[in-house]
C-alpha cells in the first residue's frame, strides 16, 4: 500500500511496504553518497530556496525528514545538490526499491545507474529520477 504524503508545498510518494534495502556506504568522513551528476534545464526551488538551472552531483546524506504517520522510516532523506565543490541546496528525496517503483512512479525508467529529469503535472512540477544500486531516488520540485 502506498500513500502520498505532503511535505511542505510539494507531495512526496513514500513506500509503506516491505523493508527498503541498504543504500550504499560512500566511506566519506561526511557520510554521503554520490547519486551522480544531473543537469536541470530550468530553475527549480529547492527546500523553499531558488536553485539554478545548471548541472550539479547530488549527495544522498544519512539525514532524514521527520516521518509522518505511516511512513516507512528510512523511506526519505535528505539529498544536497553540489556545485563548484559547495552545497547550494538541499532537498527531501524519497528512496523506493526497485521492487517496488512500478507501484509509484509512471513512465519511462531510468536505466541502471542512469537518471531521468521530468516536467509533471503540466510544467507545475519537476522529478528527477536515479536509479543507483537497486533502489529509485525521486525528487520532485516546484518549478
Request: no cysteine; aromatic share 18%.
Given at each position: 500500500?502506498?500513500?502520498?504524503?505532503?511535505i511542505g508545498v510539494l507531495a512526496t510518494?513514500?513506500?509503506l511496504v516491505g523493508a527498503l534495502p541498504a543504500v550504499a556506504q560512500s566511506g566519506s568522513q561526511s557520510g554521503t553518497t554520490s547519486l551522480g551528476t544531473i543537469t536541470l534545464n530550468r530553475a527549480v526551488t529547492a527546500n523553499g530556496q531558488p536553485?539554478?538551472?545548471?548541472r550539479y552531483i547530488v549527495r544522498l546524506t544519512p539525514e532524514a525528514p521527520s516521518p509522518v504517520v505511516g511512513q516507512t522510516e528510512g523511506a526519505?532523506?535528505?539529498v544536497e545538490f553540489v556545485r563548484n565543490g559547495q552545497v547550494v541546496g538541499r532537498e527531501v528525496v524519497t528512496i523506493v526499491p526497485d521492487s517496488?517503483?512500478?507501484?509509484i512512479a509512471k513512465g519511462p525508467r531510468p536505466p541502471r545507474g542512469g537518471h531521468r529529469v521530468d516536467v509533471l503535472k503540466g510544467g507545475d512540477y519537476i522529478r528527477v529520477w536515479i536509479n543507483r544500486g537497486g533502489?529509485?531516488?525521486l525528487i520532485h520540485f516546484p518549478a
Open positions: 500500500m502506498f500513500r502520498v504524503f505532503r510518494v513514500a513506500a536553485l539554478p538551472a545548471g526519505a532523506r535528505w517496488e517503483i512500478g507501484e533502489n529509485n531516488y
